[in-house]
């Protein structure tokens, strides 16, 4: 009975990262029905096919107003959400959010702060367990290159990371601007961790196990506004010395 245990943990914990990636899709790459308001971090963008249907619709007057009283909204929208989101939540974030918006109509800051806390999470479990598989769909090639090359060092001196997580102190939006069609967002996480590098002996060559540390990162993830994919890229990453 004590050889099934080992294969009985494999099932367990293979379980739990399909919840695990499950759940982050759920929040991350949800759509709202509308043909262009797509949402939610964090996989890589896929470029849109371009649609079949050529009919050019004439607005009328009615339409006009409409579309008129969908902008107001919209910009309402905004800076409700600027003002409940982030530290700075007037002025240029403000704006962010209306330029973003007026080209996703699904773009909704607590959702995505909502999914970056999550990748959060997942990136940096991944990364201390040399896992680059999860992290594919999840950063940007640039990024990934920057995870991977330390991860193979690690792995040519047959060393291992420990890393916890202890706790998010606080995850704000700092800020969001659209460049041409491409949605970016950063975030601000301020993070308690305790990460430990161990020689192929188990010996410390870096950090101490008994110290807690409380690290200042800032994340930023972006998204083709004109994708049909919902899901978000990291593109950026920079820590507070």
């Known amino acids: 009975m004590s050889e099934g245990l080992p294969f009985f943990d494999i099932i367990l914990f293979a379980m739990i990262a399909a919840f695990l990636v499950l759940r982050l899709r759920s929040v991350l790459g949800r759509r709202d029905g509308h043909k262009g308001g797509q949402r939610g971090p964090f996989a890589r963008s896929i470029p849109e096919e371009q649609a079949d249907e050529k009919v050019v619709h004439l607005p009328s007057a009615r339409d006009a107003d409409a579309d008129t009283e969908a ?12 003002e409940t989101v982030g530290d700075d939540a ?11 918006k007026s080209a996703d109509r699904g773009f909704e800051p607590a ?36 995870f991977s090359q330390p991860i193979r060092e690690r792995e040519a001196a047959g060393e291992t990371m420990e890393h ?29 961790q305790a990460n430990v590098t161990r020689d192929a002996h ?16 800032f994340w930023t ?21």
């Open 111 to 146: 959702e995505i702060l909502s999914g970056a806390r999550i990748a959060f999470e997942l990136v940096l479990s991944a990364y201390a367990s040399g896992d680059t598989e999860a992290l594919k769909p999840l950063l940007s090639a640039e990024v990934l290159d920057n």
């Open 164 to 192: 916890t997580l202890i706790g998010i102190k606080s995850a704000d939006i700092v800020e969001a601007f659209l460049d041409g069609g491409m949605a970016h967002v950063t975030v601000k996480f301020v993070t308690d």
């Open 71 to 82: 902008d107001t909204e919209a910009d309402t929208e905004a800076d409700t959400e600027a």
């Open 221 to 241: 993830f972006a998204r083709d506004t004109g994708s049909r994919d919902p899901n978000w890229t990291l593109v950026a990453t920079r820590s507070l010395d």
């Open 202 to 217: 188990g010996e410390v060559v870096d950090g101490d196990p008994s110290a807690v540390t409380e690290v200042t990162d």
């Open 90 to 100: 007037e002025g240029d974030l403000a704006a962010g959010f209306r330029e973003i």
